[in-house]
Every structure is written in structure tokens, then in C-alpha cells.
């Protein structure tokens, strides 16, 4: 059975940094092309970031471009988030989500309904 952990969350400050990560395990998890959703109380869960599965497709949401970098070490089965520049509106918990793709798809899904596999979350809190 496939398996996502994400880890990395915690407390910062305005403008500071924070890594998350997100490993998969179980069987064909090279087969996964993976995002990155958050859900503050009281809002839907909504796409951060997502990589295709060869690494070649990347999209982010208009919110974090150019202060967040998705990038995967498919060698470990884990995809990084690095969030730079924080703000207290990204106070969130955050989730790692997985779907099956075949390798030639770089196109990058924001449906949460779209991806069949999920983290238990990781919380990441951010004072003004």
C-alpha cells in the first residue's frame, strides 16, 4: 500500500524560511506525480505547488510563485517544498498528494478530487 509522510512544518516568523518534505513508500511510487495543498480553518484545501513525475513539469500557485521551489530526488521517493519569504497567510496545514501518471505527462493537476493518495499533514504557522 502506498504511504505519504510529510515532515518540516513548525512555527517562523514573517520573511522567514521553512522546508517541508514528503516521502513515499510502498509499491511503483515512481509512478507518482506529486503536489502540494494547504487548508486553513474554516477554508478549502487549496493547491501550493505540484511536479510532474519526471520532474520536468512544474506549476505553482499565483500565491507562492517565485517565494516557493518544488523540486523531487526521485531517488529517495521524496518531494521537497521549499517556502522563502513567509507570511502569516500562509499559515496553513500542509499536505502532500500523490496520483498515478504515465512518465510523459508533465502537466500538473490543482483538483484536489484528482489525487488518489495523501499525507496526514503537517502544520506550518507564521506570526507577524
Known amino acids: 500500500q502506498r504511504r505519504l509522510s510529510e515532515s518540516g512544518g513548525g512555527s517562523v516568523q514573517a520573511g522567514d524560511s521553512l522546508g517541508l518534505s514528503c516521502v513515499a513508500s510502498?509499491?511503483?511510487?515512481?509512478?507518482?506525480?506529486t503536489a502540494w495543498f494547504r487548508q486553513a480553518p474554516g477554508k478549502d484545501r487549496e493547491f501550493v505547488a505540484g511536479?510532474?513525475?519526471?520532474?520536468?513539469?512544474?506549476f505553482y500557485a499565483e500565491s507562492v510563485e517565485g517565494r516557493f521551489t518544488i523540486t523531487r530526488d526521485s531517488r529517495k521517493n521524496t518531494v521537497f517544498l521549499q517556502m522563502n519569504n513567509l507570511k502569516p497567510e500562509d499559515s496553513s496545514i500542509y499536505f502532500c498528494?500523490?496520483?498515478?501518471?504515465?512518465?510523459?505527462?508533465?502537466?500538473?493537476?490543482?483538483?484536489?478530487?484528482?489525487?488518489?493518495?495523501w499525507g496526514p499533514g503537517t502544520q506550518v504557522t507564521v506570526s507577524s
Open positions: 498528494a500523490a496520483r498515478d501518471t504515465i512518465l510523459s505527462v508533465n502537466v500538473i493537476s490543482t483538483q484536489p478530487d484528482e489525487y488518489g493518495y
Open positions: 510502498g509499491p511503483a511510487v515512481s509512478r507518482l506525480a
Open positions: 511536479i510532474s513525475r519526471s520532474g520536468a513539469g512544474i
